[in-house]
């Protein structure tokens, strides 16, 4: 019924000298039914089409819907009915009438309300929105670059620190120490050769080389056969 009535509008405004006045301009489907309980007139205005004759096209009406618009219609006089037929501004009153009109159209104004109240609000924080965006961008260009070097800084201090504390390094560092420990208890050993050191301070210093040479050493041999490594 609603369909048909947009494809009749349309046709009426592209042909309006085509519309003789008291001539019907609704198919006699759109109101007429095999079970209608309203008589057909002799005047042939109204007519029964069969099921097989009628137009085929999608219905968007629930049936408790249509059963409404049924009873809506079925509550007019044959008068009233050929009204609706003839007489347009009559028809758009009977259907802004219903039910199933009214919340549509209810509908859609709340939906019209709502976007044009997003639309308003995002009007509105557009300067606040463009603030933010350039803040954004000098933040970017100034502050970040700064902040993201100063990070590149600490992320290589903080590499070479852990190389240095690493098992690796830190074997490295023992062995080291070994061979420099090593390397004085020899000079030291040459001088007493050469007469050029007292046996006694000899003694001392010779005994704390070699100490600290074997607590290293065992240190290193007790790291590398550590499981942990």
């Known amino acids: 019924m609603f369909k ?6 349309q ?3 592209s042909r309006p000298h085509d519309v003789v006045p008291g001539q019907s301009w609704h198919p006699s489907s759109a109101v007429t039914s095999p079970g209608s ?3 057909s007139t002799a005047g042939g205005s109204y007519s029964v089409q069969r099921p097989s004759e009628r137009p085929q096209s999608p219905s968007h009406v629930s049936p408790s819907e249509a059963a409404g618009i049924i009873a809506a219609l079925k509550s007019k006089s044959v008068d009233e009915l050929r009204k609706l037929l003839t007489d347009k501004q009559a028809y758009n009153s009977f259907l802004l009438s219903l039910d199933q009109v009214k ?4 509908v859609r104004d709340e939906l019209r309300k709502e976007t044009l109240h997003l639309a308003r609000t995002n009007l509105e ?5 463009t603030e933010l965006r350039n803040q954004c961008r000098v933040i970017r260009t100034t502050e ?6 100063r990070l590149n800084e600490l992320e290589k201090q903080k590499e070479e620190i852990l190389k240095c504390y690493s098992p690796a390094s830190l074997l490295q560092k023992l062995q080291e120490a070994m061979n420099k420990t090593e390397a004085e208890s020899e000079t030291l ?11 006694g301070a000899f003694l ?3 005994k704390k080389l070699r100490t600290s040479y074997h607590r290293r050493a065992l240190t290193h041999l007790a790291a590398k056969t550590s499981p942990v490594l």
């Open 4 to 9: 048909f009535w947009n494809s009749q509008q």
């Open 11 to 13: 046709e009426a405004s």
């Open 37 to 39: 309980s309203h008589p």
């Open 103 to 106: 919340t549509q159209n209810n």
């Open 125 to 129: 924080k557009e300067p606040q929105i």
């Open 144 to 149: 970040l670059a700064a902040a993201q070097e």
């Open 189 to 199: 050993h040459k001088l007493l050769i050469d007469r050029e050191i007292e046996v």
């Open 204 to 206: 001392q210093k010779y």
